[in-house]
């Protein structure tokens, strides 16, 4: 059985996805479509008899609020358990063999306790220099293995406003720190090598959201950014 595991696309349906979406047996999505459109389009490009799995994002507005917060099902014998962010699973999840989530638009596949963690990444709108990101699962009498497909991509903006490091939380807690310093933003940048309009742009949400957190910063960027479009 072929499982295809997608997440954040936020309001963007790339055609790759598109495609894969017809050519699996089944389709999970763990949260942040961002628009009703793109949900349609998914539940749409889906063969009609295969199951599909999908759960809201915290960007995802009032026309989700039928969707579940997190699902149980099973797939091929093997139990499922998905959320859109990890920090939301619960602490006893009993028989589960896979848990699927999203929110941090990183890939990452970890096996613990005999269980398959994965966050798919995101395959919508890119963030910063993330790499756009989908999986597809394998599940053959008992085994489990995961393919990681990545999507060519040309995002100048983005690889412009961004640092080169992955770990994007940590950068955006250094310029946080340096602003407690009273540092101007133009130093930030120059010693940091960012681009001044993404560590201005930072600065001001900080301002303007006293007390949000370095992930708060990032969703409240990635939403900017998308009603910029």
């Known amino acids: 059985m072929k499982v295809l595991v997608i997440s954040d696309t936020h309001g963007l349906l790339r055609p790759e996805v598109k495609e894969m979406l017809g050519n699996?047996?089944?389709?999970?999505?763990?949260?942040?479509?961002?628009?009703?459109?793109?949900?349609?389009?998914?539940?749409?490009?889906?063969?009609?008899?295969?199951?599909?799995?999908?759960?809201?994002?915290?960007?995802?507005?009032?026309?989700?609020?039928?969707?579940?917060?997190?699902l149980e099902f099973t797939l091929?014998?093997?139990?499922?358990?998905?959320v859109h962010?990890?920090?939301?699973?619960p602490e006893n999840l009993h028989d589960v063999q896979i848990v699927?989530?999203?929110?941090?638009?990183r890939f990452t596949e970890e096996r613990k306790d005999g269980r398959l963690y994965l966050n798919s990444g995101s395959c919508g709108r890119r963030r910063f220099r993330l790499d756009l990101t989908m999986a597809v699962l394998h599940l053959e009498n008992g085994n489990i293995s995961?393919?990681?497909?990545?999507?060519?991509?040309?995002?100048?903006?983005?690889?412009?406003?961004?640092?080169?490091?992955?770990?994007?939380?940590g950068v955006i807690q250094d310029i946080m720190k340096r602003m407690d310093k009273g540092q101007h933003i133009r130093k930030i940048s120059s010693e940091l090598k960012l681009d001044y309009d993404f560590v201005e742009e930072i600065?001001?949400?900080?301002?303007?959201?006293?007390?949000?957190?370095?992930?708060g910063l990032m969703d409240k960027i990635e939403v900017n950014e998308i009603q910029r479009k």
Request: charged share 25%; aromatic share 8%; net charge negative.
């Open 146 to 169: 995961v393919d990681r497909l990545e999507l060519f991509h040309e995002d100048v903006k983005a690889a412009k406003m961004s640092p080169s490091q992955d770990n994007l939380s």
């Open 76 to 82: 091929d014998s093997v139990k499922f358990y998905v």
């Open 85 to 89: 962010d990890k920090k939301e699973l």
């Open 24 to 70: 699996c047996d089944a389709v999970i999505h763990s949260g942040d479509f961002h628009t009703q459109e793109v949900y349609n389009e998914i539940r749409n490009a889906v063969q009609p008899d295969n199951p599909v799995f999908m759960v809201r994002g915290n960007n995802d507005g009032r026309w989700a609020a039928h969707l579940p917060a997190h």
């Open 100 to 105: 699927i989530f999203g929110h941090s638009h």
């Open 203 to 215: 600065c001001r949400i900080r301002v303007t959201h006293p007390g949000v957190t370095s992930d």
